[in-house]
């Protein structure tokens, strides 16, 4: 993967390669274990917590909610979740993941974690780790700040 960089302190020049890698490091942990990125994402967010709605499923993943369907028949086929109707409101369904598929989710995460640790090893021990993060954290809410996307995003 080519890395471009920019002169100065390019945010985007930064961040971008980043992104990009640790997309393709969720797409390759998940083909390990026989599922595509958004499969992957679906089962752990159903495994924890357990019980979310699909509607629940989407806003955590950030999924389109009419393409989650299709990832949900085939999970469902597989005998990693089911789904069923909710309780309370019964136009919505509850997805409730297999112990197959709670081992699956475990197993992807634990992948996950290894690969992103390694990538973290890159900026020292476990403080300087923990501030990297938390300037990311920082960065990732003030992106959700209302007030900010008014003063910046518009069009």
């Not at 629940?56 to 085939?74: C, K, P, Q, S, T």
């Not at 690969?115 to 003030?142: F, I, K, Q, S, Y």
Request: proline fraction near 3%; hydrophobic fraction near 45%.
């Amino acid at each position: 993967m080519a890395v471009t960089r920019t002169a100065g302190q390019d945010l985007a020049g930064l961040v971008l390669p980043l992104a990009k890698a640790l997309a393709a490091l969720e797409s390759s942990v998940a083909r390990r274990h026989g599922l595509t990125s958004w499969q992957s994402a679906i089962l752990r967010a159903a495994a924890e917590p357990p019980g979310r709605t699909q509607r629940e499923i989407v806003g955590a993943i950030g999924y389109d909610r009419n393409r989650i369907v299709a990832d949900l028949d085939d999970l469902e086929r597989r005998a990693l979740l089911f789904r069923r109707v909710d309780d309370l409101d019964r136009r919505s369904n509850r997805i409730e993941v297999t112990a197959a598929g709670r081992r699956l989710a475990r197993a992807t995460t634990r992948d996950l974690r290894a690969g992103t640790d390694d990538l973290l090893a890159a900026v020292g021990p476990g403080d300087e780790r923990a501030t990297v993060l938390r300037g990311l954290a920082a960065l990732r809410d003030r992106c959700a700040d209302d007030a900010w996307c008014t003063a910046w995003l518009r069009p």
